[in-house]
């Protein structure tokens, strides 16, 4: 099995913190800012798609559901390919999504937030799984909520960031 906590003794090597730090809040930042952009651009996108802005509720009930049984199999998704190669698959499904939601078309955007979900769903175990293996037991706490406030950053991001790409095109 993946090593743990018990398994590394005092003097032995365990993975280094600060990078395993930067990769989850850096993860974080990107996965809430792609994650909250539909709700940024969807009253500007939703009537140019023909669709009421109000249907951004139908898209983050897909996405949701989508999230959460992702989820159900982040554990055995986590031990076959460790947190960090999860992070990076995370990373390249939130990108392929916006790819999808690009097309244009109202169906597509159904399936972007599938994508979108899937790829959200098993984000916190890879976090987790890689805190658990670096961080002391006494800080693990503080490094979770290190890690986290990357979301909230994502999240005001999108708000500055996509608002002004909307102008910008």
């Known amino acids: 099995g993946l090593p743990t906590r018990r398994h590394f003794s005092r003097g032995s090597m365990s993975p280094a913190l600060g990078p395993i730090i930067a990769l989850a809040f850096l993860s974080q930042i990107y996965i809430s800012m792609t994650a909250n ?5 969807a009253p500007v996108v939703a009537p140019a798609l023909g669709v009421s802005p109000q249907a951004l509720g139908i898209f983050y009930w897909i996405f949701g559901i989508a999230a959460m049984v992702a989820t159900l199999f982040a554990s055995g998704i986590v031990r076959r390919f460790g947190g960090g190669r999860l992070l990076q698959g995370v990373g390249i499904g939130m990108t392929v999504s916006l790819l999808i939601a690009a097309s244009g078309s109202a169906w597509l955007i159904a399936l972007c ?26 800080r693990l706490g503080l490094m979770v909520s290190l890690t986290q406030a990357g979301g909230a950053i994502g999240v005001g991001l999108s708000g500055i960031i996509i608002p002004a790409l909307i102008l910008a095109i």
Do not use: D, Q, T
Request: a positive charge.
């Open 37 to 41: 952009s539909p709700g940024v651009f």
């Open 113 to 138: 937030a599938i994508v979108m979900g899937v790829a959200v769903g098993p984000h916190v175990s890879a976090i987790m799984h890689l805190l658990a293996r670096a961080a002391p037991v006494h």
